[in-house]
């Protein structure tokens, strides 16, 4: 029998970034209406916390309430926040226009700047999102 920390032929390696928040129930269901997002996986412990892989069109990213214990800071907690997520669309208006309508806020509005169409929104719990999409096929 192989040892149990053996790799396993079928992990592609990836890499995803995991988002910490204050209300990660919250988040969770913001992202789901924000972004169209489908849970992936989701362990919730006793008092509410939660750790969940979500997936925008096969694009994945994690959430999880923060923990300080291990050094894990929402931006609410930190008053600002230290990445952007870049969304990769083929429809970014549209997808900018139902975040703002899940409650996003607006830092720049949709535009053409940098050969992209690209606009940025803050989410309910502050992490920064760059929605857009290459304005030609760099192919």
Known sequence: M??????????APSIAPMLSVRRGVSAVEFYKTAFGATEVFRVEDPGGA?????????????????????????PETLNGG?????????DPDAMFAKAVAAGARVVVPMEN?????????????????????PLTDPK
């Open 2 to 11: 192989p040892p149990t920390n053996a790799p396993r032929a079928t992990t």
């Open 50 to 74: 939660v750790v969940s892989r979500l997936s925008v069109q096969g694009a994945e990213f994690w959430v999880a309430d923060e923990s300080p214990e291990h050094a894990n800071f929402s």
């Open 82 to 90: 230290t990445v952007c997520m870049i969304l990769t669309i083929s």
């Open 113 to 133: 700047n940098y050969g992209w169409r690209l606009g940025r929104v803050v989410d309910p719990f502050g992490h920064h999102w760059e929605i857009g999409r």
